[in-house]
């Protein structure tokens, strides 16, 4: 028996959906449950690192005209009847001989659309955070900070559809989990530390911004890391103009959840967006700022940060040495949240 995501990633998309399904698909293998990945082969995926995990990957290959091209170049926008019609018939070519009951869909552009065309044979789970489009679902997951209202309920369509809403259904590797331990055993704490991730693509160069007020002499105590992710449009800027300043290292390359725990909890400051590395950063209680890059990301971090949750800042032209010290000199114990991985991967696997 297998489980199938449906989800995709890209120099528009970003990587995120994919870590949290991947997170998921690593709780699936531990219950001797195999997944496999449908994805677009779309500019800058992750299709090598999903392979790299041991986890089979079917491409979809659809065949976008002008007007599709269009709605991809804004990644919230849904797909059209018939760009979901062919990615469905596309990968269903392709997994129909392969035992597969669940289908977990990630994925801004699919709606009830694509789900009604595969819940003919297949029960679908949607991980959700925009709760703006209709979906047929047996399991509904949106782990955001935002209520979920008698409007939000009307767009479930799917009778009996079973949700998991709120933080605390947060989709982390549970590795982020605390311990106290952790900071006395690392070596990050010989110098006051700052870490950086604006995520694998960035689009809207917020890295650099940051890298410009942080290479001021003020800093010069501080130890700062930065994580280039594969898609930063100023990737090769970033690495030339770091070699200048020395008390800054760029990371280029992947890291794994370990060390990137290291850095979360013994950093005296974590700057990131609203994404995935949001909510690892929540559970293991780093003292952070958040930049969210979008609409939705700042509706979400408004909840998060009037809960106390986190320290954000809606605009980036608003982050500067200011506001940086101010957050560093004034940690406050923010409230940190559960996980969620096990309920939904205990949900889905009672009904294999």
């Not at 699936?28 to 496999?36: E, L, M, Q, W």
């Not at 800027?237 to 280029?252: E, P």
Request: proline residues 1%; contains cysteine.
């Amino acid at each position: 028996m297998k489980i199938a995501f449906r989800v995709d990633s890209s120099e528009i998309i970003g990587t995120g959906h994919i870590y949290r399904c991947m997170t998921l698909a690593e709780e699936f293998r531990k219950k001797k449950i195999n997944s496999v990945f449908i994805c677009q082969k779309f500019k800058k995926n992750l299709i090598y690192f999903i392979k790299k995990k041991n986890f089979k990957v079917i491409t979809v290959n659809n065949k976008f005209n002008q007007k599709d091209n269009k709605l991809l170049k804004n990644h919230f926008l849904p797909w059209s009847k018939e760009m979901q019609t062919r990615d469905f018939e596309s990968a269903f070519q392709k997994i129909g001989n392969l035992n597969i009951k669940w289908i977990l869909i990630d994925h801004y552009g699919l709606s009830e659309i694509w789900e009604k065309l595969a819940s003919n044979k297949h029960k679908i789970a949607v991980i959700d955070d925009l709760k703006n489009r209709n979906h047929f679902c047996d399991l509904y997951v949106n782990y955001h900070h935002l209520p979920f209202n008698r409007e939000n309920q009307k767009k479930l369509k799917k009778h009996n559809c079973k949700k998991l809403i709120g933080i605390n259904h947060s989709i982390v590797d549970k590795i982020y989990r605390p311990e106290k331990k952790f900071a006395q055993n690392s070596n990050l704490r010989r110098k006051k530390s700052i870490f950086v991730f604006m995520g694998g693509v960035d689009r809207k160069n917020y890295t650099y911004k940051i890298f410009q007020i942080l290479k001021k002499k003020i800093f010069l105590k501080f130890k700062i890391t930065i994580l280039v992710g594969l898609g930063n449009l100023k990737r090769k800027i970033l690495l030339k103009k770091a070699q200048k300043v020395k008390n800054i290292k760029l990371v280029k390359k992947m890291i794994n959840n370990s060390v990137m725990k290291k850095y979360y909890i013994n950093s005296d400051l974590v700057i990131s967006p609203a994404g995935v590395t949001m909510y690892e950063q929540l559970l293991c209680g780093a003292n952070s700022l958040i930049i969210p890059q979008n609409f939705y990301q700042k509706k979400t971090c408004h909840n998060l940060s009037r809960d106390n949750y986190i320290n954000y800042e809606s605009n980036i032209k608003n982050i500067n040495i200011k506001k940086i010290n101010f957050i560093i000199n004034n940690k406050k114990k923010n409230k940190q949240i559960s996980i969620g991985n096990n309920k939904i991967v205990d949900t889905i696997k009672r009904s294999l």
